[in-house]
């Protein structure tokens, strides 16, 4: 297994939009392994595959308090969504942002699993949220998009600030465990 390298905003590859999986493989099986561990030591609780630079429409989650329900959705699709939800949302790709976010409480999602064969998931609370933040990754689209013009834009300053300080101690200068890291 490896431990894969996560982009961050504003990297103009998160911008990519995904294309389908089409080859249910032993590459695709260590993709799905490898995204886990990189999910798991992030640490956070999804990731989707554009946020590793693979352009692939493929997400993984695990929402479980011991971290032991590992999900993974391959080509997802939303096939229902009921109710509104506002919760606070942070980003393995934008670190250090925390910020409220309107999204569907229920959905019902259809996907490939990794042997490709169709499942059918229906999800609420945190896991809702967290599809939903995934899958819009994979359409190249960020939390942070959601916010006003003006917020967005002070947080690209800031965003390219840090990186100009030098990327790669990875440490981030606000804790913040209450706010799921998606
Ligand atoms: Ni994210």
């Keep these: ?11 103009p590859r998160l911008r990519i939009r995904a294309k389908p999986v089409t080859e249910f493989d032993a590459a695709l099986a260590q993709l799905v392994a490898d995204m886990l561990e990189t999910m798991y030591a992030a640490p956070g609780i999804g990731l989707a595959a554009t946020q590793v630079n693979v352009h692939r429409r493929l997400l993984v989650a695990d929402v479980s308090e011991e971290r032991n329900e590992p999900i993974c959705l391959i080509n997802p699709e939303i096939l229902t969504a009921e109710g509104t939800v506002s919760y606070e949302e942070g980003c393995l790709s934008v670190p250090d942002v925390f ?18 064969e169709s499942i059918e998931v229906e999800a609420e609370g945190l896991l809702a949220i967290c599809i939903q933040h995934e899958m819009d990754h994979l359409e190249g689209k960020l939390f942070v998009d959601y916010l006003s013009a003006l917020k967005r834009d002070r947080l690209k300053k800031k965003a390219l600030k840090r990186a100009k300080k030098g990327s790669g101690d990875g440490e981030s200068d606000t804790v913040s465990p209450a706010v799921p890291i998606i």
């Design 99 to 116: 910020e409220s976010v309107d999204r569907a409480e229920r959905i019902k999602v259809r996907a490939h699993n990794e042997r490709g």
């Design 1 to 11: 297994m490896a431990h894969l390298a996560i982009l961050e905003y504003p990297d």
